[in-house]
């Protein structure tokens, strides 16, 4: 029989208690800026924050709430009691017999620019982001976006094979990416211990295979099943096979970012094609040799705005293309959510999966700062603007659980790490990340409040887990309506519940498991995120 003396009991609970104050302990003075950048967790070799793993050791009796808000919480860890017996009044009700969709993962985009601004730090802060992102006491991404070839956030338009007439790809090299882009993905591969899956997008393809021999909205020589389209199809394929010999295994592959021409602004690479196209293109080129050379990798098809997915499903209504997809990839960049409660076209999902039950939905790409000056947050980062970080930060958390809530499996961010100034890149224009970098001295990065937000759910919800049935009564539907939600049920048994409050105000909730007879109150502060964790639930 084990004896616990409650005097060492009560120290133990002191030392793990003062052990979260320490993870949590950031300073948000910049030495570079010299300011306090409100807001901002300012990373050095000497200070950084990490996420204390409380919801791992959770008694019975108790849910542990972490919490992130305008008034400066990062993920704060606190406890709240749970009460037996079911409350059938209460806000929010959790039924975990009903189940819907899994999670693949959520993650970011390993760009040229990430990479870039990652060896830019100095080598001991190197290791400290990466671990924030992708380490146990991090956000523990499991989701990883490979451009394949360049984007608008290369240093120079680049592609894998620039000897005109190639066809068979024998010139066929990853060369640009071995310096830094390859290494920075093997750290993260080597520092995740939940595993990573990767997929690969492509901006454009060579040159010298288009109609314009150029890269900027272009279109593929000749038509699908084509000579020209075969060698698109290899010039995949090999991409895959390469990533693989840098022990680098390829999950799947969109068949091409954004495909459709949205913004007539647009000045980087970009290849063009309609819904029937991309059905060709997969039925007689890309399913066939990728069943041949890579039977295990996934097809992604669209990659592209939220709105398109209902009229994007030529693919899925052609029996020999549909046996290649798996599953659909959506972007944020016209939702508009972040200046209409009704928008976010998020019942599209809902559709789309209702009609193809057997695709997946991933959240292929999303961030902040594109816009113009004047819009709502604005373009390019906002690292010293307290309450534009913030609000990028709800919007985050907003599309996120509109996506979760009605089918999607993951959420993918863009550029995992750019510079102050939204760089680098080719291209006049400027994104936000959740990470920047000083890129003049290298002795510091900054975490914004989107880091914290992503972490609300990449650290909860591991691969695997399934959304369940979360019921919100009718005085709270009214009173709670600018409280967004979401609840899931993890491989581990523990139930996990998201709240993101947009309103100025507290509110006060009640919240029940049903199946487990089990409730809880819980503060919801003004303009935060709450993540709640009830730990192996029968």
Known sequence: MLVINPFSYALALLALQAANAATNNCTSWSDRFQADLEGVCVCSEA?????????LHLSGNEAGVFSTSKAGDRLTFSTVELETG???AADFVIDTTTTYQS???FGGAFTDAAAINVYLLDSGLQDILVDAYFGDDGLQYTIGRVPIGSTDFSLTIYSYNNVEGDLAMENFSID????KKIPFIQRALSTSTRGMKLFGSSWAPPAWMTTENTTINCAVQ????????????????????????????IWAITTQNEPTEQFSFKSWQSLRFNVTTERDFIKRDLGPIMKENHPDLKIIMMDDQKDLLLDWDATLLDADSAQYVSGAGVHWYKDLDFLLDTAGNFADLETFHESYPDVFILATEACEGYLIDGIVTGAGPTLQNPTYAWQRAQIYARDIIGDLSHYASGWTDWNLVL???????????????PILIDEEGGAEFYKQPMFYAMGHFSKFLPPDSVRVALTI???????????????FLTPDDQVVLI???????????TLSLSSQQLSTNVTVEALSIKTIVIGEVE
């Open 176 to 179: 640009m990416d071995k310096a």
């Open 103 to 105: 999670i693949i993962g």
């Open 47 to 55: 200070t950084c924050d990490t996420i204390y793993n409380g919801h």
């Open 473 to 487: 009564s009718s005085s709270a539907s009214s009173s709670l309506g600018n409280v967004d939600s979401v609840a």
């Open 419 to 433: 510079n102050t100034t939204g760089g680098p890149k080719w291209v006049d224009n400027a994104d936000d990340s």
């Open 499 to 509: 709240l993101s409050n947009r309103d100025s105000s507290a509110h006060d909730i």
């Open 86 to 88: 079911a409350n059938d």
């Open 222 to 249: 000749g038509y699908p099943g084509g000579e020209y389209w075969q060698a698109l199809a290899l010039y995949y394929s090999k991409f895959v096979s390469a990533y693989e010999d840098e022990n680098i295994p």
